[in-house]
């Protein structure tokens, strides 16, 4: 299993995932899931992996080559996601890259009882064109990062959701963000052994079409330590100022025990003379 999550903001963008796969409990090893396409001044592009780690490799792979030809009869070089205009066509390039993985594989995966199945982030800025993210699928199609929904994760995805819904808005700044997602992944690595260090994280400034925010996480990162070990603290100081239920109104202004204006609690009582069924 593994965890990734990219945000899009005003301010820029924000790429974590870690990096940790298992086939079993005695199965674990480390492989990066985040690979950084740069051109500096013309684009820059990040992907993030999750699913069946021999597919998205090879989709990374071909991704380099793919060129895509909207007309099979054009004798053009075709698009690739280094000549592509918008990111909206590299994010196609990245689709049919995925299609033709596909075509190679799948049959004998299947005949392998292994399911096709890759989950891809894939955001960033071409030059002439604002930023974009999308989250892309194993068929290759994908969807867009909107103002609504300005974050995708893909893999081990629920227990990091509470604090990115609860934070991540298009105007939060881009530190912000960054500090988020970081809480995000470690609510996760405490909740879930599948997911773990190292980190990878990068931030991108809006219109720089570069970046040198990039940084490796391991468990001797003096801001990962502090932030763990803040959030756990933190946590518990606020779930230990929150009052107990009082059943009998006691002490308190916000009893628990009032009547619903909805339902009653559903109760079953059976008595010696019925007869279970």
């Known amino acids: 299993m593994t965890y990734c999550v990219a945000i899009k903001l005003d301010a820029g963008l924000v790429f974590l ?13 480390t492989f990066r899931k985040m690979i950084i396409y740069e051109k500096p001044g013309d ?25 895509l030809k909207d007309n099979p009869n054009d004798e053009g070089e075709g698009i690739t ?13 990245l689709g049919s890259a995925i299609r033709r993985v596909h075509d190679l ?11 096709f199945n890759v989950s891809l982030i894939f955001g960033g800025q071409i030059q002439g064109e604002g930023m974009r993210l999308f989250q892309v699928y ?10 609504e929904t300005p974050y995708f994760q893909v893999g081990e995805s629920k227990y990091g959701k509470p604090v990115l819904d609860r934070v991540i808005t298009p105007a939060t700044p881009l530190d912000e963000a960054a500090k988020c997602a970081l ?17 990878d994280m990068v ?3 809006a219109n720089r079409l570069q ?65 279970l069924i």
């Open 211 to 275: 970046t040198d925010r990039i940084v490796c996480i391991d468990e001797n990162n003096p801001y990962f330590k502090m932030l763990h070990d803040s959030w756990g603290q933190k946590l518990r100081q606020v779930f230990d100022s929150i009052e107990d239920p009082m059943w009998d109104g006691g002490q308190t202004n916000v009893p628990l025990l009032v009547g619903s204006a909805r339902s009653m609690p559903l109760k079953k009582i059976t008595t010696p003379q019925e007869k």
């Open 183 to 199: 809480v995000s992944m470690d609510s996760t690595l405490k909740s879930n052994l599948s997911v773990g260090l190292p980190l």
């Open 43 to 67: 684009r820059f592009m990040v992907l993030l992996s999750a699913g069946n780690l021999s597919i998205s490799q090879s989709v990374r792979e071909i991704l380099q080559v793919e060129r």
């Open 138 to 147: 194993s068929p290759g199609n994908f969807i867009e990062a909107t103002p």
């Open 81 to 93: 996601i280094w000549n592509a205009k918008s990111m909206f066509d590299a994010a196609r390039v």
């Open 105 to 115: 594989d799948a049959t004998a995966l299947q005949q392998a009882g292994v399911d």
């Open 17 to 29: 995932s870690d990096s940790r796969t298992n086939a079993g409990l005695d199965q674990i090893s």
């Open 203 to 205: 931030v991108y400034e």
